[in-house]
């Protein structure tokens, strides 16, 4: 209950900061780069340092991989079917064919199932929704606004997100033991992600916006908080029926299988924002997927908790 009082704070927070003060638009754009760069490092070292790696960790990182899929097919058919031009699909792609693991993922994870399941919310975040964020929706978003992005230019913003970085080393550097004083600091710090990562996402809610964008608003929350989950999901079952009956009692995969159904993802609004894909769709996505996502993971939590 404490987790799920943090995230409405938070939350509210942001959107009271927001109406209330004088902030620039790029105000978040400084909270990012602490939450991403600084926060999500620490927590990822302090986290996955000790944990128990799942003997079925594949299955596990395969929901995001999944969900992008999914995602990427349901867009293309409601881009014939409504004539969405390429640059809203792929905004929508961006910030709803990964799931917001690290931003509102981890609060929610710790909210509706506890602290102890952290560490599957960060191997999903970190093995499979960033690695997709900073390779194929990089490439993506580049190519549809004309910036050049080499193939090795994409491998090297991937292999130096300092997330990244801080997921090997915490692998590497298991079996050395951190001193007392370190564990603590990297704990202190990792424990502003939650609060603030949704007063950055509640910076960003831009009601005024929504009348124009509801159409594809619509679509984009449809799909993220509810569709594409539902798919995924689908796919598990289909998969514990054909071939192994206890994939879906393993409490690390209906982690991850919640994980699908968490918000749109920051990180992508902000990489389709910087590029000038469909502004500011992208932003009212995150804006309004993440408040709304609080009703609708909790009813997601109710069949999925382990």
């Not at 003060?21 to 996955?48: C, E, G, K, Y």
């Not at 001193?179 to 996402?201: N, R, Y």
């Not at 992508?268 to 995150?286: D, M, T, Y």
Request: aromatic share 6%; charged share 10%; proline share 8%.
């Amino acid at each position: 209950m404490s987790a799920l009082v943090v995230v409405l704070v938070g939350l509210v927070a942001g959107v009271v900061a927001q109406r209330s003060f004088q902030l620039p638009d790029d105000a978040p754009r400084a909270l990012n780069i602490w939450l991403l760069d600084v926060a999500l490092p620490a927590l990822t070292l302090h986290v996955l340092h000790g944990v128990e790696i799942p003997s079925n960790v594949a299955i596990v990182v395969a929901a995001p991989y999944l969900l992008f899929a999914v995602t990427v097919l349901i867009y293309l058919a409601a881009a014939r079917l409504m004539r969405l031009p390429r640059e809203v699909v792929v905004a929508l792609l961006a910030a709803t064919a990964v799931a917001n693991t690290s931003f509102v993922g981890i609060p929610m994870v710790t909210a509706f199932f506890g602290e102890q399941w952290v560490p599957v919310a960060l191997l999903a975040d970190q093995l499979g929704s960033s690695l997709l964020l900073n390779t194929v929706v990089l490439v993506l978003v580049t190519a549809t606004a004309g910036a050049a992005s080499t193939p090795l230019a994409v491998a090297r913003r991937a292999l130096a997100r300092p997330s990244l970085i801080a997921l090997v080393l915490a692998l590497a550097l298991r079996p050395v033991g951190f001193p007392a004083w370190l564990d603590e600091a990297l704990a202190s710090i990792g424990a502003t992600l939650t609060p603030l990562a949704l007063f950055s996402v509640g910076l960003q809610l831009r009601l005024p916006a929504v009348r124009r964008w509801r159409r594809e608003l619509a679509l984009g929350l449809v799909v993220k908080l509810a569709v594409a989950p539902v798919v995924v999901l689908g796919c598990y079952a289909l998969a514990d029926a054909l071939t192994d009956p206890d994939v879906l009692t393993d409490p690390n995969v209906r982690v991850a299988l919640f994980e699908t159904a968490i918000p749109p993802m920051v990180a992508g609004a902000i990489i389709a924002n910087r590029h000038g894909l469909a502004p500011p769709l992208p932003s009212l996505l995150v804006g309004v997927g993440a408040p709304l996502s609080v009703l609708t993971l909790a009813v997601w939590s109710l069949p999925l908790h382990p």
